[in-house]
C-alpha cells in the first residue's frame, strides 16, 4: 500500500511541475516568422521574408525583393537581403529594433539621355552589386502570432557603385505575417 501511495505522490509531483511550466510558457515565444510588405504591390514588386528569432531581444532573417514592372520602379530589379536585428521591447522579440543588412542587389546599368528626341538608354548591362547599411522600425506582435511591422533601412553600395546612377540602397516596408 505504502508502494502504491508513493508511487501516485510522484507521478503527481510529475504532474505538476507539468502544468507549472505550460502555464509559465509566453505565448509570444514563437521562433519562426513570414511576412510579406504590403507596400509591395504598390511599386510594382512583391517583397516576402522569414525571420528567425535566436532569443527575446535578437533574430536573423532574410529577404527577398522582386519587381515586376521595370517602368514603375526603373532602377532597381531585384534584392536578397541578410539581416540581423536587436530587439528592444518587452515582449518576445517585438517592439522598437535596430537593424544592420547586407543586400545583393540588381540595379539598372547607367543611363544615357539624348537632347535630340528626348531618350534614354542603358550604357552598362544591369549591375550586380553588394550593400552595406543600417535600420530600424517597430513590431507588433498579436498572442494568436499575428505580426505588423514597419521598417526603414538605408545603405551603400560596395562595389560597382560607377557602373550604376546610384550608390545607396534603401529598404521601406510595412509588412503583415504570422509568427509560428
Known sequence: MKKTLLVILIFLSFLSVKAQNEA????YQKNN????????PLMGAFQATYERHLNSKSSLGISYFYVFNNTENEDLNYSISPYYRRYFGKK???GFF???FTMLTSIDGKKIYTSEDHSTFTENPDVIDLATGVG???KWVSKGGFVLE???GY???LFNANKTDHNIVNKIGVSAG???
Do not use: D, Q, S, T
Open 24 to 27: 509559465n510558457e509566453n505565448p
Open 178 to 180: 504570422y509568427r509560428f
Open 136 to 138: 530600424l522600425g517597430w
Open 155 to 157: 545603405g551603400f553600395l
Open 98 to 100: 535596430l537593424e544592420g
Open 150 to 152: 514597419a521598417n526603414l
Open 33 to 40: 516568422e513570414i511576412k510579406v510588405n504590403v507596400l509591395g
Open 92 to 94: 518576445y522579440a517585438a
